[in-house]
């Protein structure tokens, strides 16, 4: 393939729809990425609906995750990732706490500390098809200066 060709000439071949059980969107086989947000400016409250998305009346799977960089060295407070989803079988969720991962491999629900870069461990859910609000929000207590950005991959 020539380094100009075109992607919209690129298949996948017959029958090929998922990878390792995975279902694959978009014409080329790859998540199609919904939503998603840059770093957000300092932040010492909670921000709700950092990514707010509407999905259509059809059931599907998404994955979400992010990155929250807790950047002040006096920060005594803590925070939480959350999404709000209403699953397959109908059930609301609001404000299902995502896993928070530091750099030494750590894991928490909460996360603390001072001048700490925490990712948001990545999680799937399954919707229903009332085509309710997708959104993450982001929890505070306390004192705590953050930055925080997000995204939401349809994946079937």
Known sequence: MSSTASLDKLELPNGI???GGTALGGKYGIPIILKETAQTAAQTT???????FTPTKVTGRYIIG??????????TGTVQFTI?????????????????????????????AAS??????QTTIQIDNSGTAISVDI???????????????QIG
Not at 66 to 75: E, I, K, R, Y
Not at 116 to 121: A, F, H
Not at 140 to 152: C, I
């Open 66 to 75: 992010g990155n929250m960089v807790l950047n002040s060295g006096t920060n």
């Open 84 to 112: 709000n989803y209403v699953d397959s079988a109908g059930t609301t969720h609001t404000q299902d706490v995502l896993s928070l991962q530091k750099a030494d491999g750590t894991i928490v629900q909460t996360g603390t």
């Open 17 to 19: 729809r998922n990878i």
């Open 139 to 153: 929890l505070v207590t306390g004192s705590v200066h953050f930055l925080a950005s997000a995204y939401l991959m």
């Open 46 to 52: 909670a921000t709700t609906g950092l990514i707010s």
């Open 116 to 121: 700490t870069d925490w990712k948001v461990c």
